[in-house]
């Protein structure tokens, strides 16, 4: 390291201006660098207390209206969402109790993540199919709050649209960035002009979204079979978008915060921003086909939650008052679709349903992996069966869009409540490694989560129990497979930079192909 007085007087001034960076960053967020210091880690998020019974929300109470790119944001409107961001920052400083602050509002987040307190965390709201409406309706909430704290009734959060194929939308938005704006964050590990990489948002992986074959596989499963299960739209672009945006997992103290945690992620207001997209491909994903529809049953419809609305009145709200946005003020300015390459990746002729993804075969499941529990690291691993001519009969049906669907299930995944996971899974590309394109129709998702509690905190958080996680086979896959004489399933583990890990560790069970009744 240099000595003081070795240092030019260039990089001397560069200090001085990092240092007043600093002082007035620490002046007008205060609460900011409060919560950025390592020791700060919320141990217990539990929210504010309920204020007194909860009073049922009224839809369509305000006029809706379009959300729209972070990349097209007029002067006002940034200047607007700032501002809203400011005042919920200030709050913080000013009435560290009051439950609209920004930072007891990413508690909210913490506390329906299992990143509380052992035994004073929320009904977990990832990885099953309350993921999308839960999300919605946090939104919402805060959408109100910023809205009303910046005296603009035509503030709406603006989505970051990931989804376009460009540079200039897959990259962290330039009004996120600037390090004078309270829509700035710290803890990151990005910044403007990083490129997200094609893995998490390419065409192959839009495409596995916006196709994905029916509401489970899209949005994720009922919770009362196996504990649920994320959809491909969690599994692919948002937790791996999560992970790029938070500092390195592998680096303390922060290992990943703030939006490589779920505990710490809606301290960064862009969490909001990406959430936005993430709720955007909900009526993407609806608009692509007529069978794309949600859930009926009545559990999931009569669900409900709890939040602070922009007044502070504490307000019960139902999944079956979230599922038409524009109850709640808002619809998109447009809606993000397949990648035109990718138009006919999934033509199965689905008859699945919306509540389950579970396989009912007429044929014998292929077993690629027996279900005892089996540990990856930092290298890839293949499994294989053989695929008997029975099933390569009906993959050929499958490959001319008239036959089954067929799923692979990865069964009994199980990952450290302190570990962002990351892993691509390709079907009979056995070579495949962290290099590895995934614009093939041989790659078929990922297994992956973010970390619910930062690593080295003084807890452990709660951990899911083993999850299935599950993937669709295309049609041009199944024109692949015919061809071969075996079913090879490989799990290729990368880092939230794409690259091969470093300290990379999850387990898994059984591996199974099978057509969807
Ligand atoms: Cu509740 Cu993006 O996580």
Redesign the pocket.
């Known amino acids: 390291m240099k000595s003081q007085s070795k240092l030019s007087r260039r990089e001397a001034l560069m200090n001085l201006a990092k240092l007043s960076a600093g002082f007035s960053l620490l002046s007008l967020f205060g609460a900011t660098a409060l919560a950025q210091n390592p020791a700060d880690y919320p141990v217990d998020c539990t929210p504010p207390k309920p204020s007194g019974p909860a009073t049922p929300f009224v839809p369509g109470k305000i006029a809706a209206l379009p959300r729209k790119s972070a990349f097209a944001l007029s002067t006002q409107e940034i200047a607007s969402l700032t501002l809203g961001f400011q005042k919920l920052r200030d709050l913080t400083v000013s009435q560290p109790n009051n439950p609209l602050g920004w930072l007891l509002q990413s508690y909210v987040?913490c506390w329906?993540?299992g990143g509380g307190t052992d035994g004073k965390a929320g009904e977990e709201?990832?990885s099953s199919w309350w993921?999308l409406p839960?999300?919605r309706c946090?939104l919402y909430f805060l959408e109100r709050t910023l809205s009303k704290l910046a005296n603009d009734p035509n503030l709406r959060l603006p989505y970051w649209d990931w989804s376009t194929q460009s540079n200039l939308t897959q990259t962290l938005p330039g009004i996120y960035n600037n390090n004078t704006s309270s829509l700035y964050d710290a803890l990151r590990g990005v910044t403007t002009g990083d490129i997200i990489p094609s893995e998490f948002v390419g065409p192959q992986a839009m495409s596995i979204v916006l196709n994905a074959s029916n509401f489970s596989l899209f949005g994720g499963v009922d919770t009362t079979i196996n504990g649920g299960q994320a959809g491909q739209l969690e599994r692919i672009p948002?937790n791996n978008v999560?992970n790029w945006t938070g500092t390195d997992g592998d680096t303390p103290p922060t290992y990943g915060s703030d939006m490589g945690v779920?505990a710490t992620?809606?301290r960064d207001p862009v969490?909001f921003c990406?959430?936005a997209n993430?709720d955007r491909m909900w009526p993407s994903w609806q608009a692509v086909s007529t069978t794309h529809t949600n859930p009926t049953d009545s559990s999931w419809l009569n669900h409900s939650w709890t939040f602070y609305d922009e007044n502070g009145v504490w307000t019960s709200i139902k999944v079956s008052d979230v599922i038409d946005s524009k109850n709640l003020g808002y619809f998109y300015d447009n809606l993000a679709t397949v990648p035109a390459s990718k138009n006919k990746i999934m033509t199965a002729n689905t008859t699945g349903n919306a509540s389950t993804t579970t396989a009912a075969a007429a044929l014998t499941p292929l077993i690629a992996a027996p279900k005892e529990a089996r540990t990856l690291k930092n290298d890839p691993a293949t499994h294989e069966v053989a695929l008997p001519q029975v099933h390569k009969t009906s993959l050929q049906a499958l490959s001319s869009g008239t036959g089954q669907q067929y799923l692979l299930t990865i069964d009994g995944v199980l990952i450290a409540p302190y570990s962002s996971v990351s892993a691509k899974v390709y079907v009979n590309y056995p070579k495949a490694n962290a290099a590895t394109t995934t614009e093939i129709p041989n790659f078929v998702g990922f297994i992956s989560s973010?970390a619910k509690v930062r690593k080295g905190s003084s807890h452990t958080g709660h951990n899911h129990g083993p999850q299935r996680q599950v993937f669709e086979i295309g049609a041009d896959l199944a024109a692949i497979l015919v061809k071969e004489n075996a079913v090879k399933v490989t799990i290729v583990p990368i880092n939230n930079r794409s690259k091969k890990p470093k300290t990379m560790e999850f387990s898994y069970g059984e591996i199974s192909l099978q057509p969807l009744k």
């Open positions: 987040h329906y993540c709201i990832h993921f839960w999300h946090y948002h999560h779920l992620a809606a969490f990406h959430h993430v973010v």
